[in-house]
């Protein structure tokens, strides 16, 4: 008999008990209120019509509630997602043979990004999420959140920009103050301050709501638009239909390099999103499963006519708040929402355009996490800096160049934490078996005639020249005269090419001073790669050792215990070592 897979749903839903299927109901209908700002707003931020954002509000949402692993994780536009979306598609029309238009070049971002889902989900790369740091999301969110505030100067102010960048714009709207539409700019600041009041008060009703309802009731009431304030138009009342995009002209190549970039940052946020709400909910996120949700979600974006999405903050937070059980609750906002597309496109189609301009600054003003940032200057400087580098990549050098700034600093930061790996001289306490490091316990002394020396990380292609030269002042710095020097290697788990060929270079010195070279503790990768590369037979099976102590052990059996010497005549004491330089008084 065939074994099909189950549908994760139907595993989500095992033990449902009926009493929950009021709270998905209530939870489904608050997501659709608290999604459909948001749903109209955000299309804007990448020039896209705002019935796509409707349509990845609910076939998403679908497909996540059938294929993602979360119970209570809700899918849909997302702001940074967006700034993303917008910066690939003026890449990709820059160099477009024309013929495509913006909805079909953003339907095929979103199949790409949920095929590469579905592949790193095959070949486990959910550690991909990890890949940026959260110091380097929190700088690169907050660049982000600028670059919006910068975008809806249009919207709120009927001012027509041109320029890029953070300060350029400012000026340029100086320049033109005298083209601002003054009733706009009123009704946007006005909306804007109704969202703050309503989230200083904890209105039970959320801002973005109340905005969208008076904004449309005061439109009717005072013919906005005929006033000249811009509205957002005729929405198409059908619900989304199945159409498979077309390239007509698109670049493939702009189009693969622009949906790894959105897959990178909305499958590293979904994911910092997912987890957040799981530690809420009591629950673990397992990355891999979700690119299976994540994936699936996109491609049904992708076939129904609309844009990349990902975890949803705002959506989930309703979810917990009005207690959803299931996703269930997202059929439910699915459904809610096609029944607005279908009799409430002429209420909408009267909306101003300076509302969902003042509902997208507050959203991006929620993107700056002051708190995030401050946090990390108090924990680590470095970490501060380089998210103050990945906040200007999308200010100073554009979105799209932003997430290559984000990415080089990540690799950067993560070549600075292991380029200078920290070591330590080892010693003995008397009466007491194991190796001690010496500036740790003062009461431990080294061996004499045996240096013992730990390393502790990986040995690498851009570190292993300086391990070496701290290793070769190590030596030099042994009392005379010492016979071996073993390295703990039990903190080395990899060790590269490079590296084996100056642990071969270093034998060779150290044997011309007359000392020895043995390792100890090897990993058995680390070990694998030194024996195909022929450093292990260089430097002897016999100075190979399982752990410190056998390596004692065979230099006591073939220079008998303390080398002929009295214990203590070649103490060293542990601000020795630290003034020999590098990071070994750390270690």
Not at 202 to 211: A, D, F, L
């Amino acid at each position: 008999m065939l074994n099909l897979p189950r549908l994760p749903l139907l595993d989500n839903l095992k033990g449902y008990q009926g009493s929950w299927l009021r709270s998905d109901i209530s939870a489904g209908v608050a997501i659709a209120a608290v999604g459909l700002p948001s749903a109209i707003a955000y299309p804007a931020i990448a020039g896209l019509p705002p019935e796509t954002g409707l349509y990845a509000s609910i076939t998403p949402l679908v497909a996540y509630a059938l294929f993602g692993p979360s119970r209570q994780l809700i899918v849909g536009p997302d702001a940074a997602t967006m700034t993303v979306l917008a910066a690939v598609l003026t890449t990709v029309f820059a160099s477009s043979a024309g013929g495509a238009d913006r909805v079909t070049a953003a339907a095929l971002l979103a199949l790409i990004v949920g095929i590469l889902c579905l592949i790193a989900r095959l070949v486990r790369l959910g550690v991909l999420a990890t890949f940026l740091s959260r110091p380097i999301l929190t700088g690169f969110f907050a660049g982000i959140s600028l670059s919006i505030l910068v975008g809806q100067i249009k919207r709120v102010t009927g001012v027509q920009i041109e320029s890029d960048g953070l300060i350029s714009p400012i000026l340029e709207l100086l320049r033109q103050a005298g083209s601002i539409h003054w009733p706009t700019l009123v009704f946007a600041l006005a909306c804007f301050a109704l969202l703050q009041v309503a989230r200083f008060y904890r209105s039970p009703v959320p801002g973005p709501v109340i905005v969208v309802f008076v904004a449309v009731l005061l439109s009717y009431l005072f013919d906005f638009e005929g006033r000249g304030m811009t509205v957002v138009g005729n929405i198409p009342d059908g619900l989304p239909t199945f159409v498979l995009p077309r390239l007509e002209g698109l670049p493939i190549d702009g189009l693969l390099t622009g949906g790894a970039a959105i897959f990178l940052v909305s499958f590293g946020s979904g994911v910092i999103a997912a987890r957040s709400f799981a530690a809420l909910g009591g629950y673990r996120v397992d990355p891999n499963r979700e690119l299976s949700g994540f994936g699936a979600a996109n491609i049904a974006a992708g076939l129904f006519g609309t844009f990349p999405v990902t975890a949803s903050d705002s959506r989930t937070a309703v979810n917990f708040a009005v207690g959803g059980r299931s996703q269930i609750a997202s059929l439910v906002a699915a459904g809610t929402l096609m029944v607005v597309l279908l009799f409430l496109g002429d209420v909408l189609r009267i909306l101003p355009v300076a509302a969902l301009g003042a509902i997208l600054a507050a959203t991006a003003l929620s993107l700056i996490d002051i708190d995030g940032l401050r946090r990390i200057w108090t924990v680590n400087r470095i970490e501060f800096i380089f998210a103050l580098i990945a906040l200007w990549g999308p200010i100073g050098l554009g979105v799209l160049n932003g997430v290559v700034i984000a990415i080089a600093a990540t690799l950067v930061y993560l070549i600075l934490q292991t380029m200078y790996p920290h070591d330590a001289m080892l010693g003995r306490i008397p009466g007491r078996d194991g190796f001690y490091k010496l500036h740790r316990m003062t009461e431990a002394r080294p061996v004499p005639g045996f240096g013992a020396c730990m390393v502790q990380d990986s040995l690498l292609f851009y570190n292993a020249d300086y391990v070496r030269e701290r290793l070769e002042v190590i030596a030099e710095n042994l009392p005379k005269p010492t016979r071996w020097l073993v390295i703990d290697a039990s903190a080395i788990p990899q060790i590269d090419s490079t590296a084996a060929d100056m642990l071969g270079e270093l034998q060779s010195d150290l044997k011309n001073r007359g000392v020895t070279l043995g390792l100890a503790e090897l990993h058995t990768d680390a070990r694998a790669l030194l024996e195909r590369s022929g450093v292990v037979e260089k430097i002897g099976l016999g100075m190979i050792f399982e752990g410190m102590e056998d390596a004692l052990d065979a230099y006591e059996t073939k220079y008998g215990r303390n080398d002929g010497q009295p214990t203590g005549s070649v103490e060293i004491k542990p601000d020795d070592h630290v003034r020999t330089g590098g990071k070994n008084g750390q270690a």
